[in-house]
C-alpha cells in the first residue's frame, strides 16, 4: 500500500467521514450572520474548536477540511488546530483552492454568464510546501458546475477538469492526498435524469484529464455531488431511486482504482444527506470506500444551536456528534430513521 493510500485509508476506513469545515471568510461570516454573531476570527475558531474537540463528534471524522485562517490557529488548550485534530487520531486537511471565479462570458448567451472556473494554481506549489509543514495531509480543490437550458458548456467542463488535475498532481508531488472536488449543483428545475447526464460527462472528463497527468489514483480521494434531481424540479425522487443512480453513475464513471468517495451534501437537509447515503451503501457493489465530506449536513443544527446560547458547549457539541455518529452508520448502510429520534 502506497502512504498516500495509506492517509486515504486513514481517513475513510471504520465507519469514518470527513468534516468539511472548510468555509472562506466570506462563506463563514454568512453561516454566522445568520445567528446574530459577529464573523470575526475568534468567533470563527470558537465555533470551529467546538466542533474539533468534540470526543463523540471526531469518533466518525477521519479527516477534517480546514481553511488557511484555521491551519494557523491555536485552539484554549493551547494545541495547533491541526495538533488537536491529530489528537483524535484524525488527519487535518486544508482546502488549497483560491475560489470558483466567472468565465469570461461568451457574449452571444446570457445564460453562460453564471459559469466558473476554480482559480488558485498560480504558487499552488510553494503554498502547499507549507501546509504540509502546518501538518496537513490531504488537501480539497472544488470545481462547480452548474445546470441549466445552455449549461454547462464543454469549455466549462474542461477547464475546470484540467485545472483538477493539475492541481492534483502537484499535491501528490507534495506528498498529500487530493480531494477531487467537481461539484455539479442541485440548483434548478431539472430533473433528476440531467443530472445524471451531466455528472456523467463531467466525471468522464476529469479521468480522462487525471490519467493525463499521471496522477495516482489510488493516493486519491473523489467528492462528488449525489444523483439527485434539481431543487426546483417539481418530480421528486425517492432515496432508493437515487441510490439506484447514484451506483450506477459511479460504476459507469469512476476508475476502479479510486479507493474512496466521500459526498458533499450540496444543500440537501441533515437528514435527507444521512438517509441517500445509508441507501446508497445498502445497494453498494463495488469496492469503493463510500463515505461522507459534508460541511451543512454536518454543522448546520450545530451552528443553530450555538447562536441560541453560545455558552451551551455541551449541547453544540451533542448534535454535532449525534449527525457524525448518524453518517458513520450510513457510511456502512446501518442507520435507520428510529435512532434519529432515540
Ligand atoms: C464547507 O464549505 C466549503 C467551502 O465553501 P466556500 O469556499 O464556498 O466558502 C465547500 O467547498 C464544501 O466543502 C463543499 O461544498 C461540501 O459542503 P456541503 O455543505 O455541500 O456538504
Known amino acids: 500500500m502506497s502512504e498516500l493510500n495509506k492517509i486515504v485509508q486513514k481517513i475513510l476506513s471504520n465507519k469514518k467521514g470527513i468534516l468539511a469545515a472548510d468555509e472562506s471568510n466570506g462563506t463563514m461570516t454568512k453561516r454566522l450572520e445568520s445567528i446574530n454573531v459577529k464573523s470575526s476570527p475568534e468567533n470563527r475558531l470558537k465555533f470551529r474548536e467546538i466542533l474539533f474537540s468534540s470526543d463523540e463528534g471526531m469518533k466518525n471524522i477521519g479527516g477534517v477540511i480546514l481553511y488557511d485562517e484555521t491551519i494557523r490557529q491555536t485552539a484554549s488548550s493551547g494545541k495547533k488546530i491541526p495538533e488537536l485534530i491529530n489528537s483524535f487520531g484524525s488527519v487535518p486537511g486544508i482546502k488549497v483552492d483560491t475560489g470558483a471565479k466567472r468565465m469570461v462570458p461568451d457574449p452571444t448567451n446570457a445564460q453562460r454568464m453564471i459559469e466558473t472556473i476554480t482559480e488558485g494554481l498560480d504558487g499552488l506549489r510553494e503554498r502547499l510546501a507549507e501546509y504540509y509543514e502546518l501538518g496537513a495531509r490531504f488537501t480539497k480543490w472544488r470545481a462547480v458546475i452548474n445546470i441549466n437550458k445552455s449549461c454547462p458548456s464543454e469549455l466549462t467542463i474542461n477547464a475546470n477538469a484540467h485545472a483538477l488535475a493539475r492541481y492534483a498532481s502537484l499535491v501528490q508531488e507534495a506528498k498529500m492526498v487530493p480531494i477531487i472536488e467537481p ?151 446501518k442507520w435507520l430513521k428510529e435512532l434519529e429520534t432515540e
Open 183 to 333: 461539484e455539479v449543483l442541485m440548483n434548478g428545475d431539472h430533473n433528476i435524469n440531467k443530472c445524471y447526464e451531466v455528472t456523467s460527462k463531467v466525471l468522464q472528463e476529469c479521468y480522462r484529464e487525471l490519467k493525463f497527468h499521471n496522477v495516482d489514483l489510488k493516493g486519491t480521494i473523489l467528492k462528488p455531488n449525489m444523483i439527485l434531481p434539481g431543487d426546483k424540479c417539481s418530480d421528486k425522487s425517492s432515496s432508493q431511486q437515487i441510490a439506484k443512480m447514484t451506483i450506477k453513475c459511479l460504476k459507469e464513471n469512476v476508475p476502479s482504482e479510486v479507493p474512496g468517495i466521500a459526498f458533499l451534501s450540496g444543500g440537501q437537509s441533515e437528514i435527507e444527506a444521512t438517509q441517500n447515503l445509508n441507501e446508497i451503501n445498502k445497494i453498494n457493489d463495488t469496492n469503493f470506500i463510500i463515505s461522507f465530506s459534508y460541511g451543512r449536513a454536518l454543522q448546520q443544527g450545530a451552528l443553530k444551536n450555538w447562536g441560541k446560547d453560545q455558552k451551551d458547549i455541551l449541547n453544540t457539541q451533542k448534535i454535532f456528534s449525534k449527525r457524525s455518529k448518524m453518517n458513520g452508520l450510513a457510511s456502512t448502510g
